[in-house]
């Protein structure tokens, strides 16, 4: 059934409000959740502000259509073609959190028109890590019960269930290697252009490297004490640091295929930071290879979405078949890594708030209470989107950071810089290469730093995200593939913290790079108000 309302206006600043507000009334009405709405709102008052300047007058049509029960809301203006100016380009990583929410805002020109399309999601009745938790639960007391069946009906119930969690990892990884290329080098393009790169951005991206790395050292050197470590004879490790040194060299790669083919992460990172950096430099040049890689990042972002729907199940039968096995030791390795994640990332939001007060001279408690808000959200939903607006207004109105920073960094630092997953990352292969035996090595440390490093930068922020890094590192340091299942049960529980102190080192670190371009408020920052 398809129903539909059309109202026509002029194109002027007071008209901007009046479709603004027709648009949350159209989404409310088809029940979107009230932060969607706001995100959605901020956006398109931002696009049609600049569409205002650029066809003063120019026919709008605002047109909600209902179809099947999903809405659809088309805002048009008739009049030459607009590009996508520098309003729109700051636009896109917004709107890059937006479809990670499930949301859609896109910009087409067709008749002569210029079309502003929304589809915002069904209302869910359960949330992602609502199903999660459900799958946990469902998956323990299931687990639990196979148990008690006959040997000859848990391998009929595994002859089930393994296939299908074998099947859904196959998914999982087939999709990884384009995704890790797409977000480094659609994260660098929509840095906007190389004067924004070079003025702002290089600052921000070398930062975002270099902490990322510093901090996989870090919860290195503090978590080694734990783990058994086999220093290896002169030649040994000589050999070792060999192989990592090789390692570096090959992350250029003899051609373009082989990288996807092999699943190098190393070079499929090179890769896309490459053709970034190419697209940010040539501009409209490449205007096709933009528009082919943009689509390309539209295709595979649909199916990492779609995929992510089966996450739960993939819990599910993870879970599921450890509780149906041995699993007294490997549950030890399960408890471990949580509990050193839910020690160490806490830490880690204290000491990096803790240098910026030493730094700016603020008082390390006023700090904690304008932070804590945003850190809040991120602990009871582990979600970055939920977070994102009360995460920008921190930002602005309490820190003292000038919003055009705050639009620029905060955005591409939600998606890019995630020193929390870093920690877990390494956290995680620790514990796991304990219990199933592989060596830990000086080598291998150094190369678990480099890998985790690298991964907690390219790690897409959605669902199945971090599950298709484990199996990259798994394979980096030699850990069995088995331990994926492990690491899938880990990623679930320390999901929480680790959004919520993600969240916490991003503002603080928009803070700082605010601070050392002079562009901090710093009376702002000091008032308790």
């Known amino acids: 059934m398809l129903t539909s309302k059309k109202k026509g206006y002029r194109l002027s600043p007071e008209t901007v409000d009046l479709l603004s507000q027709e648009f ?11 932060k969607d709405i706001l995100r959605l709102r901020l956006s398109l008052e931002e696009i049609l502000e600049s569409w205002s300047s650029a066809l003063p007058g120019a026919p709008v049509t605002f047109c909600a259509k209902k179809r099947l029960g999903r809405q659809r809301v088309e805002i048009r203006v008739e009049g030459k073609e607009l590009q996508a100016d520098d309003v729109l380009k700051n636009c896109l990583l917004s709107s890059r959190l937006l479809a990670q929410a499930g949301l859609t805002l896109t910009q087409s020109y067709q008749n002569g028109e210029n079309c502003l399309t929304v589809e915002p999601p069904r209302k869910r009745k359960l949330g992602q890590m609502q199903k999660l938790l459900l799958a946990i ?12 069946l006959p040997a000859s009906a848990q391998a009929g119930v595994r002859a089930v269930t393994d296939p299908l969690f074998t099947l859904i990892l196959n998914l999982l990884r087939t999709i990884s290697s384009p995704m890790i290329f797409l977000a480094i080098c659609w994260g660098i393009f929509n840095i906007g252009d190389m004067t924004m790169m070079g003025r702002i951005g290089k600052k921000v991206i070398g930062r975002i490297a270099a902490l990322s790395f510093l901090v996989s050292a870090g919860a290195t050197v503090c978590l ?89 199940l993939f819990v599910f039968f993870s879970l599921f078949a450890l509780l149906g096995s041995d699993f007294g030791s490997e549950l030890s390795g399960i408890l471990k890594a949580i509990v050193i994640t839910y020690a160490l990332c806490p830490l880690m939001c204290l000491v990096f708030i803790g240098i910026l007060a030493a730094r700016r001279r603020v008082s390390f408690r ?58 877990a990352f390494v956290a995680t292969c620790l514990c796991m290469a304990e219990n199933f035996g592989t060596a830990i090595t000086p080598a291998w440390l150094l190369t678990m730093i480099v890998v985790t490093g690298l991964l907690s930068l390219a790690m897409p922020p959605i669902p199945g995200g971090a599950l298709t890094c484990y199996t990259v590192m798994f394979t980096q340091l030699g850990i069995p593939g088995e331990a994926l299942a492990l690491a899938v049960a880990i ?5 929480f913290i680790a959004t919520a102190s993600n969240l916490t080192c991003l503002q603080v670190e928009v803070t700082t790079v605010a601070g050392q371009l002079g562009m901090l408020d710093t009376e702002r920052l000091k008032n308790p108000g």
């Open 366 to 423: 006023l700090l904690v209470q304008k932070l804590l808000p945003t850190f809040l959200i991120g602990l009871t939903t582990a979600s970055s989107s939920a977070a994102f607006a009360t995460n920008l207004e921190t930002c602005e109105k309490k820190l003292g950071i000038p919003p055009m920073l705050a639009h620029f960094a905060v955005p591409l630092e939600q998606v890019l810089y995630m020193p929390s997953v870093a920690v």
């Open 24 to 34: 949350a009334d159209s989404l409310t009405e088809a029940e979107a959740d009230r």
């Open 137 to 148: 639960v469902s998956a323990v007391v299931l687990g639990l019960l196979q148990r008690l």
């Open 224 to 312: 080694l004490w734990l783990f058994p470590l086999e220093l290896s004879s002169g030649g040994a490790a000589l050999s070792g640091f060999s192989t990592i040194y090789q390692i570096i060299l090959d992350i250029v790669p003899s051609d373009i295929i082989s990288p996807f083919l092999n699943g190098n992460t190393l070079q499929i990172i090179f890769l896309g930071a490459a053709v970034g950096i190419a697209l940010l430099i040539l501009g409209d040049r490449a205007a096709a290879v933009r528009t082919f890689i943009e689509q390309t990042n539209e295709v595979v972002q649909f199916l990492m979405e779609a995929i992510g729907d089966l996450i739960p």
């Open 491 to 495: 990623n679930s529980m320390i999901d």
